[in-house]
């Protein structure tokens, strides 16, 4: 019997996640592409707009494109590829995680001017990724996930906000 982390159906999906990511990351690149340099301004570019969005958007493009070719060569070498079923694209877990991705993303925009910065992130940063977790493994091993979710919810709740505020000098709400 197989699990979810391997064969087709895993396959399958990093091919089509990997081409979404690359296509995302291209579009990022090109919406980057046409934001303002403000040289006419006299501004370095270096300090344009767009930079760090295309930078991201290379990042992604990158890895999209990585993860789509190295699924296709898989799918390619899989000998018994005839024989495994394809899974479906529209599993109901899929959805339901997606869209409880999509409403915490929601709750995070909502509560961004409402409470405190790494307040929102923290939260936002903890129930996306406990959203994600496998519950289904033993105790031990569950809370040694939940402590790498607590780990990296406080640095990102503590890096994001100084990263905008001291490198981009954005104000956060």
Known sequence: MMNDMEGRPLATADLATGTVLALVGLATIALSWAMPTFAERGADPLTAPGIFPAAVGVLIAVAGARLALRARRRLRSDAMAAALPIA?????????????????????????????FRIVVAGFCLAFSAAFLDWRVPAPQRLRQLGAVALVTAVAALAIPFVFETIFLVRLP
Not at 93 to 115: E, Q
């Open 88 to 116: 479906p694209v529209f599993e109901r877990a899929a959805v339901v995680r997606t869209l409880g991705g999509f409403a915490l993303m929601t709750a995070a925009v909502l509560a961004a001017g409402h409470a405190d």
